[in-house]
Each structure stands twice: as C-alpha cells, then as structure tokens.
C-alpha cells in the first residue's frame, strides 16, 4: 500500500528534471555574490515580483526574520495576526535575534482589520515603543490556506503607509493565491515594501525561499542573512531547484487546489466540520467528544494517509495537498477517510437513492 503524505507541502521530493536541472548548474561562491545560479533566481525573482533585487535565503523562517530586522530596531512592536506564522511558529526569533515585541491582533481569515490596525499603531511619544512595521500572511497557512483579499491588502497597506510603517508580507505560498485568483504575483504584493516567498512548499524545490524589495533593502538584508549565519558557498545547486520550480511548478498549482477541493467535500460528506478551502490546505474538526486528533491520525495512518494537526489545536486535523499528490492517491485518501470514519462510529450519510429509517 502507497503511503500518501498530506502532512505538509513541504514533503515534496525534487521531481526527475529538477534533478537533472541540479546536477547541471553553474556554481561558484555566493557569499562573494559569484554564483551564476543564484544571481539568475534572485534576478528571475526580481522581474517576477516587478522588485529591484531578491536575496535568496535557506528557509522561509529567515526571510521573515531577516525582513522584521531590517525593516525596525530592538524595542519596536510589530503588528500582526495572532495565527500568523510569524508570531506562532518562528521561535520567538523576532524578540531573540531583533528585540522586537509582537502586538497580536484577531484577524478572521488571516485579514487583519484596518480599524483595529489603526488603533494598534503607538502613537508618537517618546516613552512607548514604536509602531515599526504590519506583517501579513498570504495564503495563511492556520487559516486554512486563505488568500488575502487584495483590496483588504491594498486598505491595510494605506493605512500603515500613512503612519510611515512599512508593510512586510510572508508570502510563503502566494504562488497558491496567484493561480486562485488568476493574477500575477507582482499585482498581489504590490502594496508590501517586503515579500518573502518560500520555493519548499507548493512550488517543489527541496530547500531555499526567496526576499525581494527594494535594492537598499535587499543589501542591508544580505548583511542579516550572513548575521543569522544564512550565508552560502556553492548554493547555485539549490537555487538551479528554484528556478526549474518558478519555470515549471507554477500553473500546476491548481491541480493540488482541485484536489483539496475534492478532500474538503469528502469529509463534509462523511459529517467533518470542514473550514472554507481556497487553494491547497484543508482544515477540519474532529467533532466527537472521544474521539481525539491522535486516534484519528493512527487510523488514518493504518490505512496509509499521513495528516498532521492544525497549530495544535486538539479537534483539528490539516490535510495539505502538493505535487507528489496525484489523483489516485486522493482517491485513496477519501477511502482512508471513510473507513476511519466508520471505525470510529461517526455517523455516514445515507448511500444515494436510500431512504432514511
């Protein structure tokens, strides 16, 4: 039996021809700025994202980092989504490494609200911290891969831009809210004076995200990413990776978002309270009192289907679908899912054309 792995995105293993793709680049030294490979994905990355430069870094993570050190100084607050990534999975990184104190806000569906934004922000006085930046998330990945509503992103933006706070986003999957919503990434991130996006996830390269912004952003951010010990030698074999990703691993984005789709109404089927699905992340509630997110991760596992919890929320499961996910193996899913479902006596809908007792 196949093990079918919807833990993560970023499970993914480099397909053949990103293989060959890797094992042919140009290399040279990048902490001198001299490999060839990196330069064209950070070049690529810039014309992609209509930016002046792009520094490509290890992780995700660091690039968030990065961007919350070069755009404020120890003792400023930054706003930002109480489920962000940022503020729950980054390992306190941005008051370790920056000195940064988080100001956490409610944000249904990953929207952080302009009002509440507004009376977030430190007014100027000279014994309170400073307001130094507004971090977003698109798509989110605690929100259940929810995409930015673009005009709610332009309205946020305004309003910090009118305090003169920078808007740094984590992108990590905007690559998922582009071919949702059929526009570039350049359009999406447009209001942001940082993005950070992540090769790792939906796009398939084995390591590596990439930070765009302006160039006097991007050099102060080379000199962070060497700080947080981000510097690499001969890295043009990972980002010859990138750049195959960006060139053939984008418009396929929208076959894992049918899949989800496809997962999402399985499990509304089979009675599972399931969150709205817009790109690849499927968030549902386990809804039985004995029945835990454990035991239905054992289940499912017996019947060859990897998931994982939602942010450690003890009624809520995550399925995220990816290029290594095929249709077949969704199919399997589903059956994993029934049985589960019927081992653990949650109640089945009717078959179709059978009268309820």
């Known amino acids: 039996m196949k093990l079918v792995d919807l833990r993560s995105d970023t499970v993914t293993r480099p397909t053949d021809g990103m293989r060959r793709a890797m094992s042919q680049a140009e290399v040279g030294d990048d902490v001198y700025g001299e490999d060839p490979t990196v330069n064209r994905l950070q070049e690529a990355a810039a014309r992609l994202f209509d930016r002046e430069a792009a520094l490509f870094v290890p992780s995700g993570m660091m690039g968030n980092q990065i961007a919350l050190a070069v755009h404020t100084r120890p003792g400023d607050e930054v706003i930002l989504d109480s489920q962000s990534h940022i503020y729950n999975f980054e390992m306190a990184t941005m008051s370790r490494f920056s000195g940064l104190l988080a100001r956490p806000l409610d944000a249904p569906r990953g929207v952080l609200p302009v009002e509440r934004v507004r009376e977030a922000i430190r007014p100027d006085a000279y014994y309170l911290s400073r307001t130094s930046l507004v971090a977003a998330e698109d798509t989110h990945n605690l929100r259940g891969g929810a995409i930015y509503p673009p005009e709610a992103f332009e309205s946020l933006a305004r309003v910090a831009h009118e305090h003169g706070i920078p808007v740094h986003l984590d992108g990590a999957r905007i690559f998922n809210a582009a071919v949702a919503l ?176």
């Open 182 to 357: 059929g526009r570039s990434v350049a359009d999406l991130t447009r209001p942001a004076d940082s993005v950070m996006f992540c090769l790792s996830k939906g796009l398939g390269a084995p390591i590596g995200s990439v930070l765009v912004g302006t160039r006097a952003f991007i050099d102060e951010a080379r000199r962070v990413r060497k700080a947080l010990g981000g510097g690499m030698r001969q890295a043009g074999i990972l980002a010859a990776a990138g750049i195959y990703a960006l060139k053939h691993h984008v418009e396929r984005l929208a076959v894992d978002h049918e899949h989800a789709r496809l997962l999402a109404s399985a499990l509304g089927e089979l009675g599972f309270g399931v969150e709205p699905v817009e790109t690849n992340i499927v968030i549902f509630t386990v809804e039985r009192k004995d029945l835990g997110v454990p035991e239905l991760q054992e289940r499912l596992r017996r019947h060859g289907v990897l998931a994982s919890p939602a942010g450690g929320n003890p009624r809520k499961m995550r399925l995220v679908t990816h290029l290594d996910v095929t249709r077949p193996d969704i199919d399997q899913a589903i059956a994993a899912l029934r049985s589960a479902a019927k081992e653990t006596q949650i109640p089945l809908p009717p078959e179709r054309g059978a009268s309820s007792p």
